[in-house]
């Protein structure tokens, strides 16, 4: 757009505008950040409006600041623009020729500032979400049913969570993430919370109900998840610090043979309190042995007020705490 406005404003401070020295400005939009915004939009209402004293009332400002404002422009672009009558101030001829293209250029900027309204049921882009293997497991299916329902147009791809997973984050190739808390996730990334956690025992039903202690003889199953505990396995640092030692027979980075070890009843394994399982039983630790987690989701930092984001988010919390 290479509108080029030639002086725009005048002002009135007594019964008559007098036309100061000749100053012409050629304004482009390279250099619309030399007229405040607010002195063209006082212009479009003084112009509608007829009256200092109603454009103030409008505003909300005295009529002697709606005076300054129009001294000011007129100042600035070197044209009268108002003309005092006995029916009020009249627009000159000039005013009227550019006060059309004022009023566009102000509603190009208003709708250019203002929010994209973002409607889940039209979007028809694609939504990529990458979980952690348990969470797809235990809840894919309503995640999908009710991501489904939300954004009915949407190309839908659900996807375990990887090694290169919070890379893709990071370059835009996934929409959202869903994993724990990890304090060393790249500062890139920012994680909204879903819910809180904790890290329980699990044992096989047929074992009856173990005490904390009794659990901790067997011996356990570590199941591996990536993006988690492939670097360091956080409950064992904490348990061995505390003078615990488990011993840790097998490791594993799906969640169906652990279950299936488990359900053998001579294994134990470190779950995450919300993947109960019906075939299993749960030991809480002792207080002075918990680890409180945090189930998040992980977008790329500029993206976290993204309308979409914010919607698959609250979709992914709603079907995450119905779970429970």
Not at 100 to 106: D, G, N, R, T, V
Not at 163 to 188: C, P, W, Y
Not at 245 to 260: G, L, Y
Not at 278 to 286: F, G, K, R, Y
Request: charged letters at 25%; aromatic letters at 8%; proline letters at 4%.
């Amino acid at each position: 757009m290479n509108v080029i406005w030639k002086s725009i404003i005048c002002s009135a401070d007594s019964d008559h505008f007098i036309l100061p020295k000749w100053k012409v400005w050629k304004i482009g939009l390279a250099k619309m950040e030399s007229i405040d915004l607010n002195l063209l939009r006082t212009f479009v209402l003084l112009c509608q409006s007829n009256s200092l004293k109603r454009a103030g009332m409008k505003l909300g400002i005295s009529e002697s600041a709606i005076s300054k404002q129009m001294t000011k422009l007129r100042e600035q672009l070197g044209h009268p623009l108002f003309e005092r009558t006995t029916e009020g101030l009249r627009p000159t001829h000039y005013s009227k020729s550019i006060l059309p293209k004022i009023e566009q250029a102000l509603s190009l900027m208003h709708s250019a500032t203002s929010p994209v309204t973002f409607d889940p049921a039209t979007y028809e882009g694609p939504i990529t979400l990458a979980f952690f293997a348990y969470t797809l497991e235990f809840s894919g299916v309503s995640l999908f049913r009710e991501l489904s329902k939300t954004f009915p147009k949407a190309q839908i791809e659900l996807k375990t969570w990887t090694s290169d997973t919070e890379q893709k984050l990071e370059d835009g190739d996934i929409t959202l993430g869903v994993h724990f808390l990890n304090e060393e996730r790249s500062s890139n990334i920012f994680q909204k919370r879903i819910m809180p956690d904790q890290l329980v025992i699990a044992v096989s039903k047929s074992l009856g109900q173990l005490t904390w202690e009794e659990a901790l003889q067997l011996p356990f199953i570590k199941i591996r998840s990536q993006g988690w505990n492939e670097e360091r396995y956080r409950y064992l640092e904490m348990l061995r610090s505390s003078g615990i030692d488990p011993h840790i027979s097998i490791t594993v980075d799906n969640f169906s043979v652990a279950r299936q070890i488990l359900e053998q009843g001579d294994h134990a394994c470190v779950l995450s309190d919300s993947w109960k399982d019906a075939s299993l039983n749960t030991i809480e630790p002792p207080k002075e042995l918990r680890i409180d987690l945090n189930l998040v989701s992980c977008m790329r930092l500029v993206d976290r007020q993204s309308p979409l984001n914010l919607a698959v988010h609250d979709v992914i919390k709603r079907v995450m705490l119905q779970s429970i």
